[in-house]
C-alpha cells in the first residue's frame, strides 16, 4: 500500500534584514532544500522499519512450521532463516527410555537423542542395532549392580569389540554409520568380591574381609617352604641357637705351616739325571689349598773348571717324602717357562774350590685338596763334575 506524502513544512530562520536582498534570496532557497532533504529521511526510515517487521514475522512463522512438522527428519528443509540444506532434528532428544529389570537390550531408531536407563543385579548385554538411520547418538546410565557390556552388531566400538558401563556411569554413544564412538564418565564402582590370591586365604563379598598370608611361605613365592627357617652353615662356618635366635661363628682352623733345615745333603751323583734332596717339610692345608714355597741354600763345589755346577728344581707330592739320592718323583712345579729353577756354574775364569754362593727362590702352589699332607722337596744333577751340592738347604712353607 502506497504511503501519503505530506509536502514539506518550510523553515526559513531569521535573516537580519541589513543582508543584501539577493542574499537573502539564495539563503531561503538553501533552507528549502534542506527541508526536503530532513522530509525524505523520515520517509526512508519508515519503510525500512516496515520491512524488518515482515521479515521477523515471516521467520516467526518459519519457526513454528518447522517445530510443528513432522516430515523434516525423513526430507529435510531446503532453508531455514539464513541456513540453506538439509536440517535434521531428533524427535527424542530428552527422552527416557527405561529398561530397569532387563538383561538384554538392542537399541531402536526412536533411541536417537534419548537416554536408556539400565538398572539390574545380573549382568546386562546392551547390542547397537547398525541398521538404525545417522546421525544418530543416545546415552546409556547404569543404575543397578550389574555391569552393562554394549557390544556393536556390526563395525566396533572406539575400534574395539565392546566397552563396560559400571555402576553409577554413564556413557554416550554416537554412530558415523560404520562404526560407533563412545564417550564415558565413569563413577566410583563398588567392590564386590575380595579374592585371595597365591600364598593368601581370606577374603569376602561382603563386609569388612581379611587377607593373611599362608605360612610357611614356599620358595616359589619366595619363601623357605618351612614354618621355621633356619641358616645353614657353609664351610668354615658354624650356627648355633634356634630361629630366629641364630648365632654364626667361624670354624676354619689356622693356616697351616710347615718348616725344614738340612745342613749338609749329599751332592747329586750325577750329571745325567736328577735326583731328590730330601730337604722339605710336609704340609697339610686346612683353609685355602695354596702355599707359599720360600728355599734358600748355599751352593758349594769342589770343582775349579769353567762351567762346573749344579741345576736345581722342585717337586711336590703325597705319601713318605722321598729320602736323599731317590730318583724324582711326586709333581714337578714350573716356575716361569720350565724348569729347571736354579741353574748356577763356575766362571771361565779359573778359580780356588770350595767357592760358596748363596742363591733363594719363592713361588706359590695352589689346588690343594684340604686334609691331605703333601712333602715338598728340591732334587739337583751335577753340571760338569759332581763336586757340587747344596748345603744349609731351608724350606718353609705357609698356607694363605
Known amino acids: 500500500m502506497a504511503q501519503t506524502i505530506n509536502p514539506p513544512q518550510p523553515y526559513y530562520p531569521q535573516i537580519d534584514k541589513e543582508i543584501d536582498p539577493k542574499l537573502t534570496v539564495h539563503l531561503q532557497r538553501l533552507y528549502t532544500a534542506v527541508n526536503d532533504h530532513d522530509q525524505a529521511i523520515v520517509l526512508l526510515n519508515g519503510k525500512v522499519t ?9 521467520a516467526a512463522a518459519a519457526t513454528t512450521t518447522i517445530a510443528q512438522s513432522t516430515v523434516i527428519e525423513e526430507a529435510g528443509v531446503t532453508s531455514f532463516n539464513t541456513l540453506t540444506g538439509d536440517v535434521s532434528y531428533f524427535p ?9 529389570g532387563k538383561t538384554s537390550y538392542m537399541t531402536q531408531q526412536q533411541d536417537n537423542g534419548a537416554l536408556i536407563v539400565l538398572n539390574d543385579t545380573s549382568p546386562i548385554a546392551v547390542t547397537l542395532n547398525f541398521a538404525v538411520a545417522i546421525p544418530w547418538f543416545t ?35 554416537s554412530f558415523d554409520g560404520a562404526n560407533w564412538w563412545a564417550n564415558a564418565s565413569v563413577g566410583a564402582g563398588t567392590i564386590t568380591a575380595v579374592i585371595a590370591g597365591t600364598g593368601l586365604t581370606g577374603g569376602g563379598v561382603s563386609g569388612s574381609v581379611t587377607l593373611a598370608l599362608i605360612t610357611p611361605v614356599s620358595v616359589a613365592n619366595g619363601g623357605t617352604g618351612t614354618a621355621t ?30 718348616q725344614s733345615l738340612t745342613l749338609a745333603p749329599s751332592g747329586p751323583g750325577s750329571t745325567v739325571s736328577y735326583s ?8 697339610t692345608p686346612t683353609l685355602s689349598g695354596r702355599i707359599s714355597v720360600n728355599y ?6 769342589s770343582d775349579t773348571a769353567a762351567g762346573d755346577g749344579i741345576s736345581i728344581e722342585f ?7 722321598p729320602a736323599n739320592g731317590a730318583a724324582t718323583t711326586g709333581t714337578l712345579v714350573n716356575i716361569g717357562a720350565n724348569p ?18 748363596p742363591v733363594s727362590i719363592s713361588f706359590i702352589v695352589s689346588g690343594l685338596v684340604l686334609g691331605t699332607t703333601y712333602w715338598f722337596d728340591a732334587a739337583a744333577i751335577a753340571l760338569g763334575a759332581t763336586g757340587a751340592a747344596a748345603n744349609n738347604s731351608v724350606m718353609v712353607l705357609q698356607e694363605f
Open 296 to 301: 734358600s741354600a748355599n751352593l758349594v763345589t
Open 340 to 357: 729347571p729353577n736354579i741353574v748356577w756354574t763356575l766362571p771361565s775364569i779359573s778359580i780356588a774350590a770350595d767357592v760358596s754362593v
Open 139 to 173: 546415552t546409556f546410565s547404569n543404575q543397578g549392580t550389574g555391569a552393562v557390556t554394549v557390544t556393536p552388531s556390526q563395525g566396533t566400538i572406539n575400534l574395539g569389540a565392546s566397552i563396560m558401563v559400571p555402576q553409577d556411569s554413564f556413557v554416550s554413544v
Open 229 to 258: 627357617p633356619g641358616l645353614v652353615a657353609g664351610t668354615g662356618i658354624s650356627v648355633s641357637g634356634s630361629w630366629p635366635d641364630q648365632t654364626i661363628a667361624t670354624t676354619a682352623a689356622a693356616p697351616a705351616g710347615a
Open 50 to 58: 516496515g520491512t524488518s517487521t515482515a521479515t521477523t514475522t515471516a
Open 315 to 321: 717337586y711336590y707330592g703325597t705319601g713318605a717324602p
Open 276 to 283: 731328590m734332596q730330601g730337604v722339605g717339610p710336609t704340609i
Open 92 to 100: 527424542s532428544l530428552g527422552s527416557v527410555n527405561n529398561q530397569s
